[in-house]
C-alpha cells in the first residue's frame, strides 16, 4: 500500500476519498480541524505548519501522495486562506517528501466555480502568494456586498497556481506529477444547506447545469481523485479535471 495525507477528511469527499484508499490498503494520513489523524487548521500560518509537520512525522519522511482537499464556501476572507493558502502550504510543505517517494502523485480540488464571475484584486493577490493582500483585498469584495465571489476567486487562484508549478522544476522536473479536479456540486454536507432551500436549489440547478446524470456523491470525487494519485496516472501534469457532469462544457461550450 502507499502512504497518502488528505486534508479533509472529516467529512464529504475527503472523508469518503480516506475510507476508499483504506479499504485499498493504503495508509491514510487524515488532516482537518477534527476528527483526525492530524488536528490542525489549514486557514492560519502556524496550523499549516503543525500541518506539514504532524504529516512528516508521521509519514517518516516520504510520502507517495498528497491531496489537498479541505476547503469552505462562505462569503468570507476564511474562504480564501483555506482554499487557496492552506492547499498550497500544504502541497508545498510536503512535496520534498513527494520527492523521496519512487511513485509519487499529488492532487488539489478545486471546483467549476473557478470558472464563474471572480474578483481580480483577490486572485492577483493569491497568485503573488500575498495573504495580507488578499485578505485586504477580500474584505473589499465583502464591503461592496460581493462575498460571493471570494470561493470562485479562491478556486481559480488554486487552480492557476497548479498550472503554474505543476510545470516548474519542483514539480514536473523532480517527477512529481501535480493536477486537480474540479467537481461540479456535489452531495455533501457542505452543499446540504443549498438543497435544503427550494431558492438556492433553482439557482444551482441554472448555474450548474449537470446533463450527465446531474447531482453527484461524493464517491464519484474520490474515484477521480484516487486515479489522479495512483501509479497510473504517469503522463499527466497541470490538468484541472472536471468531474462535473459536463458542467464546463456546457457552460464554456465546445472551444478549448
Ligand atoms: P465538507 O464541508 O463536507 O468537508 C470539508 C472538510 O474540510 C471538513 O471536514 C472541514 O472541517 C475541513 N476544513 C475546513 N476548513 C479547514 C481548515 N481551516 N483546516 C483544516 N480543515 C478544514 O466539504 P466537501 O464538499 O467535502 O468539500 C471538499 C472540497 O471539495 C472542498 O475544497 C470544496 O471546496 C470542494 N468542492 C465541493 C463541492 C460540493 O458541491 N460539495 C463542489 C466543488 C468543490
Known sequence: GRTVAISGTASGIGRTLAEMLRERGD????VDLRDADVCADLGTPEGRDAAVAGVLDRAGGTLDGVVAC??????????????????????????????RAERPRAAAVGSISGTQPLDEDVLRACLDGDEPAALAAAAKVIERGE????????????????RAASVSPE??????????????????????????????????????????????????????????????????????????????????????
Do not use: C
Open 27 to 30: 495508509t491514510v494520513i487524515g
Open 171 to 256: 514539480w514536473a522536473g523532480a517527477g512529481v506529477p501535480l493536477n486537480a479536479v474540479a467537481p461540479g456540486v456535489v452531495r455533501t454536507p457542505m452543499s446540504e444547506p443549498l438543497f435544503a432551500d427550494p431558492k438556492m436549489r433553482a439557482v444551482m440547478d441554472r448555474a450548474v447545469p449537470m446533463p450527465l446524470n446531474g447531482y453527484a456523491g461524493p464517491e464519484v470525487i474520490a474515484e477521480a481523485i484516487a486515479w489522479l494519485i495512483s501509479p497510473a496516472n504517469s503522463h499527466m501534469a497541470g490538468q484541472v479535471v472536471y468531474v462535473d457532469g459536463g458542467a464546463e462544457a456546457s457552460l464554456r461550450g465546445p472551444d478549448v
Open 70 to 99: 479541505a476547503g469552505v464556501s462562505g462569503p468570507t476572507p476564511l474562504t480564501v486562506t483555506v482554499n487557496h493558502f492552506g492547499a498550497v502550504a500544504l502541497l508545498d510543505g510536503l512535496r520534498p517528501a513527494l520527492a
Open 147 to 162: 462575498g460571493n465571489r471570494l470561493y470562485p476567486s479562491s478556486k481559480s487562484a488554486l487552480a492557476r497556481w497548479l
